[in-house]
């Protein structure tokens, strides 16, 4: 199994400064609510949120028949939605997707500044002449990139069935370029045993789990299960009972058998995962010991900007509306539609297509 590192991450990430601790009284927080109830319907408009951004956000979503998930049923939902505008509160890559997938709705967002560590990672005039200089692979890149990167792509994919597509590429004797996670490329290619050239770049927040620490956790509380995203390192994953999508970790909280849970994720998981698992322990993984920045301290600085105040100011404005360029968005769409019915193709149990 080779696993090579070619280019390093040479874009340095820059966090945004710390989002304002906002304490919104209940008359306004209700206030805010109802508003944006109201706005929702009035501009035929549904939100779809992802499990890190505020749980006010998330509770909106479900209580207004829109979606709180993990960034594949995202796309898929706002995909299927007949809403003629999708309100995305999460971070741009995902208010691209819905773009890409939709350009006849119109695709809102709180803030247009909800950036990501993998997408910065990697910007589309390295990455292109990388791809090329690689021709002889099959360019597999994970959702959370540009448009740009996406169309120079032969597939998109999710945490939730990459092992899937991986073993799938490698089974019809494909190698593989995979961008940017090294974290998540590097468990693939343990997993999958796949050819596969691995871009250098780091999500900021599961980066900061330390293996050591968590072990020092897990022998004070022996009786916890591990249950880690796999943009964890290696010495976090190597200590989780279960590895897998935000989904398929909620899911993995309810179904264990253990009443203590150790969750090495953006903790905005939480108010899902507890209110599906209400009478399990959850406790953070941790971020401190030795070598730690404590930069992003498990919560994702750019999913932390959207808000109630935000949200009900976009939909009453039409304000930070997506774009992206027509010619990019017709070459990303190839890649994204490509995920779509790929995971169609696995609900369905229908055979693989190509
Ligand atoms: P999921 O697809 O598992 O929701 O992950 C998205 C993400 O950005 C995790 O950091
Ligand atoms: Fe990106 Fe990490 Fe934030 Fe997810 S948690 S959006 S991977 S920076």
Redesign the pocket.
Known sequence: MNQRFVIPATVAIKLPPAAPTVTLSNTEREELVARIKRLLTQRDAVLVA??YVDEDLQRLAEETGGCVS???EMARFGNEHPARTLVVAGVRFMGETAKILNPEKRVLMPTLEAE?SLDLGCPADQFIPFCDANSDRTVVVY??TSAEVKARADWVV???IAVTLINHLKARGEKILWAPDKHLGTYLQHLTGADMLLWNAA?V??DEFKGHALAALKRQHPDAAVIA?P?SPTAVLQLADVIG???QLIKAAKELPNKKLIVAT?RGIFYKMQQTAPNKLLMEAPTAGEGATCESCAH?PWMAMNALRNLAQTLDTGANEVHVDEAVRVKALRATQRMLDFARSLKERKPLGD
Request: hydrophobic share 10%; proline share 0%; charged share 15%.
């Open positions: 992802h499990y993990d960034s594949l990501c959702s959370n999710t945490s939730s999500c927040v599961h995203h943009e999508s935000t989904s953006d994702c």
